[in-house]
């Protein structure tokens, strides 16, 4: 069984950071692409980030490019979010997933953490 526990959230300033940590169990990170979504409250699940087994890969919302980054220790089977340059809008319950690197849909889902930025 996988189990993904998400870690790191709080509350900060705009303008601060945080680092978000996905540690992951039950199996390695070889062969998944992790991801990063998150969800507002009265808003639809969005992507934010994702990375390849390997990290050679790695995609960004719009939203968050130039400001947030995603990285993988795969000898600790964790995943990282570095967060700066926060906003109020990013404000938000953040979820860890992970997929097969050639299947289309995450299946693995942790229980978020929440990131709450004050204006």
């Known amino acids: 069984q996988v189990q993904l526990v998400e870690s790191g959230g709080g509350l900060v300033q705009a303008g601060g950071s945080l680092r978000l940590s996905c540690a992951v169990s039950g199996r390695t990170l070889r062969s998944y692409t992790m991801g990063w979504f998150r969800q507002a409250p009265g808003k639809e699940r969005e992507f934010v980030a994702s990375?390849?087994?390997?990290?050679?890969?790695?995609y960004y919302a719009d939203s968050v490019k130039g400001r947030f980054t995603i990285s993988s220790d795969n000898a600790k089977n964790t995943v990282y979010l570095q967060m700066i340059s926060l906003k109020s809008e990013d404000t938000a319950v953040y979820y860890c997933?992970?997929?097969?690197?050639?299947?289309?849909?995450?299946?693995?889902w942790g229980q978020g953490t929440q990131v709450t930025v004050s204006s």
């Open positions: 990375i390849s087994w390997r990290g050679a890969n790695r």
């Open positions: 997933a992970a997929r097969l690197f050639s299947a289309a849909e995450y299946v693995y």
